[in-house]
């Protein structure tokens, strides 16, 4: 599978930080008077950050992606960055509930006999000393949360309503196919339309599931869903794939993708097709 992942020429580079408020993932930080790629975890390619740069120091670079491997990172691209970007990379896996990876850089950390920089930090200050970040580190909306398993449980005073949201973000250019709430979920990939024509649908839909919504008419970059969905089937294992799209015909390229990411990825999913009409009935659901 290939990835679209920023490169940064140093020489270039003079560390003004205009990228970081372009990088919605929050993986851009200016660190020691550079800009650094802090996570390829979160780099999702799209080059939103190139526009803002006024000395062209960043690129796309396309490659082949392996399967990611926190160690391989923490070799290659982290610790030769020195000890501030070690600490950006570690506080940037805390930030975005990526347990699993921060305890596994950890392990890295422990092998390679190099201290742990956040361990004595106080966990009420920032834990990135000489930091630049944009926004909090990255755009608030785009960053990783997981629910309880019964949903945000943000009920209606008025009208006794329960949601059943489990997670965010939820828009597929914005979600991490690592992340922690995907890892064996039945997945509900659902047209933008379809929570505004279904009156219940969160209770139809969305309960026990982790979610994610696009637009096949709107939304720029489709190559992208398929590689974020093929990566979803192969690296976090999703169990199922719901896949809820409107009658009109533009919705139908959503499906198309889901059957793309299909035949790329190596494991295969049962996929379920619910075609909803515009009153907000459900036409017809059957199993692919």
């Not at 408020?21 to 660190?31: D, F, S, T, Y």
């Not at 949360?145 to 449980?153: A, L, T």
């Not at 649908?201 to 093929?230: N, Q, W």
Request: hydrophobic share 40%; aromatic share 4%; net charge negative.
């Amino acid at each position: 599978m290939k990835r679209e992942i920023i490169t940064i020429d140093e020489n270039k580079c003079t560390g003004c930080g205009d990228c970081i408020p372009g990088c919605p993932e929050g993986a851009l930080q200016v660190i020691d008077g550079k800009a650094r790629l802090i996570s390829d975890l979160f780099c999702d390619g799209l080059g939103a950050c190139l526009g803002y740069c006024p000395t062209g120091a960043m690129k796309i670079e396309t490659r082949e992606a392996e399967p990611y491997d926190e160690k391989r990172v923490m070799h290659e691209s982290i610790v030769p960055g020195g000890t501030n970007v070690i600490a950006a990379h570690l506080q940037h896996l805390a930030d975005h509930a990526q347990n699993v990876y921060l305890e596994q850089a950890l392990e890295y950390l422990q092998e390679q006999g190099i201290a742990n920089p956040l361990k004595n930090m106080s966990s009420e200050k920032s834990a990135v000393p000489h930091a630049h970040v944009g926004h909090g580190g990255g755009c608030p909306g785009s960053r990783t949360m997981e629910f309880n398993e019964k949903g945000s449980k943000r009920a209606s005073p008025s009208l006794g309503l329960e949601s059943a949201l489990r997670q965010w973000p939820i828009q597929l250019h914005l979600v991490s196919p690592q992340a922690p709430y995907f890892q064996g979920s039945d997945l509900l990939l659902a047209a933008d339309c379809t929570a505004f024509a279904v009156g219940d649908f969160h209770g139809s839909f969305m309960r026990g599931k982790s979610l994610a919504i696009a637009c096949p008419k709107l939304d720029s970059d489709m190559d992208i869903y398929v590689e974020k969905l093929t990566a979803m089937i192969d690296m976090a294992r999703l169990n199922t794939i719901t896949v809820a799209i409107m009658e009109v015909p533009c919705c139908g390229g959503l499906m198309s993708i889901v059957l793309e990411a299909l035949r790329n990825a190596r494991r295969k999913v049962p996929v379920k097709k619910v075609l909803i009409n515009l009153e907000g009935d459900i036409m017809s659901e059957d199993w692919i």
